[in-house]
């Protein structure tokens, strides 16, 4: 039997894509995805009370009994340790860098170019429209864990002013978590 581009499955990998004693050719409860694309019927995983959608997840399995703190892009941060695809560390002693890498734009949107023009054509006071602007904040914001030999980066899109107070929120519990004794 062929696996695919899977590797073999290895007890000691916490990533595994599978449940312990379930071969490939079988799917798996609730919900999770099985390695030949299909996904068996099931809950959705919820942690924190919200189904998590979209982006990586590390398995349940890989948490142990650590429930997740937070999670900042793809980095899961757990009571003791930090969860990245590039691997896991502890928390303890760990280094956080944020880079704000946004850029905000003003402009003048069309629809205020428009009625500048209809409203010149009969009164004089259409150049007002004018002083209309439009705010626009593009970019992400840069996340780096680092601990126990491994480096990881996410970036975070900007969807307006208050992404960067958020994102430091997180990063700045991480960093009270990492310097607890």
Known sequence: MSHGPYPSP???DPYRQHQAGTPYDQPFAGGAPHPGGD????P???Y???PQTGGWQAPAEAYGAEPPLTTIGD????????ITPSGRFPIKGST???ADMTHQ???IPAYAIVLAILFFLFCLLGLLFLLIKERRITGGIQVTAQGGGVVHS???PARDPSTMMQVMQSVNYARSLAAMP
Not at 75 to 82: G, H, K, L, Q, S
């Open 96 to 98: 956080w860098n944020v």
């Open 10 to 12: 290895d007890p000691s």
């Open 44 to 46: 959705m995983p919820v």
């Open 39 to 42: 996904v068996a019927p099931g």
């Open 105 to 107: 734009h003003e402009t």
């Open 154 to 156: 996410t970036m975070i």
């Open 48 to 50: 924190g009370g919200t």
């Open 75 to 82: 980095i899961t941060i757990t009571r003791t340790e930090v």
